[in-house]
């Protein structure tokens, strides 16, 4: 692990001002589960790190506002996935968040952290693979060992899957996030707050170098929701694939509307299939229908050699996150 | 000297006796040895699956702070021939700036073609894998047949079934890495090291013939240990790099792997593939088995690749047997033995295509077996009645119908693929056995002392399998005293010589010698305290806690009866000599059948519940039955037996490393992308130990992982009626299987 001097900064602006234009240099530092990592694989080798454990209002209470909760970017995993109202209101949130990592990771890592982690991909993670990201000319993934990887790689140089889980209920959800940079705070909806990194220089968000995100706001809307992770593993693993959704209504038999299915671990990014929620849009949550939505999902689908089965995992996790929301038997836990 | 036949101890549930050391951090392991003025070391390893280096520049990384010596691992012109291969050690002050310097290199490579698959290694043109000897890829064939096997194999087969099988290769990923600490004395002319070895001993000789010292120079020191499965016999060139470390910065250096590298060079287990061609009567006694197999023990000769009896547990039963056998090098590490060398492989390879050819003939793959199981051999049945050949069939038919009652097969078996719904339930069985014979120099020292202490020595190791508490109990059962009464000192090879703890052989090994030692012990007791008591040895009787004195009919305590000695007992116990049991046939029956034994049979069967819309399976639960002679701690036996299964699941269902053709690498090397089952992804294990104190002490190390790999593959098959080939039976296996249905 490269030295690098650390800075405890007391307050947001203070932060954002060792930030620098440039990624790579400064890193900011939330629960350190990614990024102590990333250090002592000498993939991030930053000579400035920016602690935000000295920030107290990073670690406020989630805000209950009239018309959404705000949620502080320092809120740990374990805190969201803990939380009795939202897990209530916003199960797509709260059950993806319970279901990262162990225990350590979710008691360290943070909502802030999570939504701006770096991408798990085993050529970025190599020191000794000189990826598109790390300055190189080629995605290995393409024509290497790619099972973990994207099922919508079309028009991609680089086809990692965002590793996010909650970004992904987050945008079913329509959520916000609040950053701030040098010229003052900003909104972004969380729909547009990814984006699919091609050079040593880009991240796996839009944020500025010299931004950081303050708070995640989720309209309090009453809209259904869920979210399904297909798992290898129940301990300690990444999804295979995950898909959030919500809607309004849809339950015994009554159309649902405004929905939104959100697949993760899919594609370079959390990626919105309008596709399949037009199928499902003004129609009742039922098996046939939920069916044809994850059908829909994947028809646009350009697997990578290994990547096909993920096609049908998508489809069968856009319909049990369906079921989920729409309160129907989970038929899968016999 | 046999075993008690009244035995108190032996036999029953014992806690092994450093649990609360381990549990509070208490024990210290290698990596937790931290000598005065210690620096670390890290290697530099080549990035490249083959490469010659043109040039190296250490001059950057001698001026990196911290920066204390250096030492070259490389001979002149030398191909490296895997990714991983050590170039060149740093010791540092801190881990990091070691980590800085091995970066700070400055190093050019000729890069080489590369081989990383086994199919591309089976098809490519020799050469390709480089090296200097032997250069070819695939060595020669090796065919074995029965007589007439062409013409009477598959003549008159009531079903004949054909399939593919196989097995990738996995890493030991043992939790604690291989490596150690190094400490010269101030003159340089002896060596310490705190190792992490299953071979305390032969690591210290080991050293000592590196380093051209006197064995009696090195000491090797391990009293914990955190797992070797086979792969941790020797110092290493890690262990010998942080010795030549220590010597040149004349401090001690500590050189432990980290993950990566524990994953990349710690050692793995050969892959295995098998084309299969089976064939039974309509009774599903099976006349033919044909298998043609290739698999890779990475870089290395052939000797680590043991496909050894095929088909497996059926060989002596089944009239016909065809076996072609390619062993297919490539440019990764080079096998290690592990945890049943072979076994596995050649279970995978026989026992699911038995429950293919069952189905074939739509037969209960339990009553199949029974039809199957090899006879017990006569000659042995006269000669040695404890052994494995003599006894296998009763074992294993007592064996199944001990399973058969414990997971209700008669029950909850249904023929294959029947069954609704998106989760399948799917019962599977295998069989297994192993060898594991022990056997000496092994001595065991036990002294008495005036306080009522009891101290047991070995240099033998405890590799976290309660050899320890297994030393303790014995003892114990002997002096009339418990197990925590007895301190135990195993892991110091200045206690004289014992052999290495692989292949299931240290229980057998070593618990005859301690059963002497402490009955040695007993008696130079009662000869020291006789005169005390103004009576002769005869008349004493040592009983539970307390001396009985015949001539007096009075009692004393342990404590006061030692507290009488003048000075304190002292007695060993050991084998004799392989020279003295080769030339008495009594005497070898007594060690070698009576107190000790080797061979086993086991069975275990998985239930296993399938989602055939993702192809994720879980483990459900878990039966297995197993033998192993005389127990001597039940609850040691039964927790081995849980961690064999829990490996074994592991590698039915996790457990692959995956290379990249592109670079050569292992994209894996890491416990997140290289998965291990976690608790819940475990089955509840319900064990059952056949007790057979007749047989003597037999190891219980490797037979339980041996078959649940193919029991687990034989209950999905079960449940989804189609066979997944390849193991891990990952998501996507199962899902290309299931796609093949009908």
Known sequence: MRNFTYNRPATVEQAVGLLEARFGNAELLAGGTDLHDLQKEYIAQPTKVVSLSGIPALKAAPTIGDKSVTLPAGMTLAEIAGHARLKQWFPALTEAADQIGGPQTRNMGTLGGNLCQRNRCWYFRDEHTPCLLKGGDKCYAIEGENKFHAVFSQGHRCVIVHPSTLGTGLIALDATAEVQGPNGKRTIRLAEFFKAPTARDEREHVLAANEMVLSVSIPYTGLANASYEVRQKLSYDWPLVQVAVSFQGGRNGAPATQVKIVLGHAAPVPMVSAAAAAVLEGKPVNEENAVAAGRAAVQTATPLSNTGYKTRLLEVAIKRALYLAAGLPKYWEA | ?742
């Open chain 2, 1 to 742: 000297m046999p075993w008690p036949t009244q035995r108190r101890i032996i036999g029953t549930k014992v806690q092994r006796l450093d649990g609360p050391e381990k549990s509070t951090g208490m024990a210290k392991y290698s990596y937790d040895r931290n000598p005065r003025g210690l620096l670390h070391a890290r290697i530099l390893r080549c990035p490249h699956a083959h490469a010659k280096i043109k040039r190296i520049d250490l001059s950057d990384a001698e001026k990196v702070p911290g920066f204390r010596a250096s030492h070259l691992a490389v001979k002149d012109n030398e191909e490296l021939m895997f990714a991983g291969a050590e170039i060149l050690a740093i010791a540092a002050d801190t881990e990091e700036h070691a980590d800085d310097c091995i970066r700070a290199v400055k190093i050019e490579f000729e890069v080489l073609p590369h081989l990383v698959k086994e199919a591309e290694a089976l098809a490519a043109k020799r050469g390709t894998l480089g090296g200097a000897e032997d250069v070819t890829n695939v060595l020669p064939a090796n065919t074995d047949s029965t007589d007439n096997f062409a013409k009477l194999a598959f003549e008159g087969a009531a079903a004949i079934h054909e399939g593919t099988y196989g097995v990738s290769i996995i890493s030991h990923q043992c939790l604690e890495s291989h490596g150690l600490v190094a400490e010269w004395d101030e003159k340089q002319t002896s060596l310490t090291v705190y190792a992490s070895t299953q071979a305390v001993p032969r690591t210290a000789t080991g050293l000592a013939a590196t380093f051209k010292l006197k064995p009696t120079d090195v000491k090797c020191i391990t009293p914990f240990m955190g797992g070797g499965f086979g792969s941790k016999f020797a110092a290493d060139i890690q262990g010998e790099l942080a010795a030549e470390l220590a010597r040149k910065a004349k401090v001690p250096v500590k050189l432990m792997l980290d993950r990566a590298e524990e994953v990349t060079v710690g050692g793995m287990r050969p892959s295995a593939f098998g084309r299969v061609k089976i064939a039974a009567a309509k009774d599903g006694k099976i006349q033919a088995f044909e298998i043609e197999c290739y698999g890779s023990p990475g870089v290395g000769k052939a000797a680590a690749v043991n496909f050894g009896v095929l088909p497996y547990i059926y060989a002596d039963s089944i009239a016909h047997k065809k076996k072609t056998n390619r062993i297919v090098r490539m440019n990764v590490q080079t096998a290690r033995a592990m945890r049943a060398p072979g076994h596995p492989q050649n279970c995978i390879l026989t026992d699911q295509p038995f429950d293919d050819l069952a189905a074939k003939l739509d037969l209960n793959p339990l009553e199949m077996r029974l039809t199957n199981l090899p006879p017990n051999d006569p000659d042995a049945v006269k000669e040695a009645p404890n052994s494995y050949l003599a006894q296998r069939n009763t074992i294993y038919r007592r064996q199944i119908e001990i399973v058969r009652k414990m997971s209700d097969w008669d029950r909850t078996w249904h023929k294959p693929g029947v069954g609704t719904g998106a989760i399948r339930t799917g019962l599977g069985m295998a069989l297994h056995t192993w060898g594991g014979n022990g056997k000496g120099p092994n001595p065991t020292r036990i002294t008495i002392s005036a306080d009522g202490s009891v101290l047991a020595q070995s240099s033998s190791q405890d590799l976290g399998t309660a050899q320890r508490t297994v030393t303790a109990i014995i003892t114990a059962e002997i002096l009339g005293l418990m197990p925590r009464d007895i301190t135990v000192r195993v892991g110091d090879s200045a206690h004289g010589p014992s052999t290495p703890s692989g292949g299931s052989t240290t229980c057998p090994g070593t618990s005859p010698a301690i059963l002497l030692a402490a009955e040695n012990a007993r008696t130079a007791f009662l000869a020291a305290l006789a005169p005390r008591l103004n009576t002769t040895a005869n008349m004493l009787e040592l009983q539970t806690g307390r001396i009985l004195n015949r001539t007096t009919n009075g009692t004393i305590t342990w404590r006061e009866a030692c507290a009488l000695l003048q000075a304190p007992v002292t007695a060993e116990g050991d084998w004799p000599a392989d020279a003295a049991l080769d030339k008495d046939a009594a005497l070898a029956r007594l060690w070698r059948q009576q107190l000790s034994n080797q061979g086993v049979g086991g069975v275990q069967i998985a239930e296993v519940k399938v989602d055939i819309e993702t192809g994720v399976v879980r483990c459900s639960r878990f039966w297995t039955v197993q033998d192993c002679g005389l127990i001597i701690n039940k609850l040691g036996c039964e927790s081995q037996v849980a961690g064999g299964v829990i490996m074994g699941i592991n590698y039915a269902l996790f457990e692959e490393c995956i290379y990249d053709r592109q670079t050569g690498r292992q994209v894996n090397a890491d416990m997140e992308f290289y998965k291990l089952g976690g608790i819940q992804d475990m089955p509840n294990i319900h064990v059952h130990m056949m007790d057979m104190p007749e047989r003597g002490v037999i190891g219980i190390g490797e037979p339980p992982t041996i078959s649940t790999a193919a029991a687990v593959g034989n209950a999905i098959f079960n449940a989804i009626g189609v066979r997944v080939p390849i193991a891990p039976f990952t998501p996507e296996r199962v899902l290309a299987a299931l796609a093949q249905r009908k």
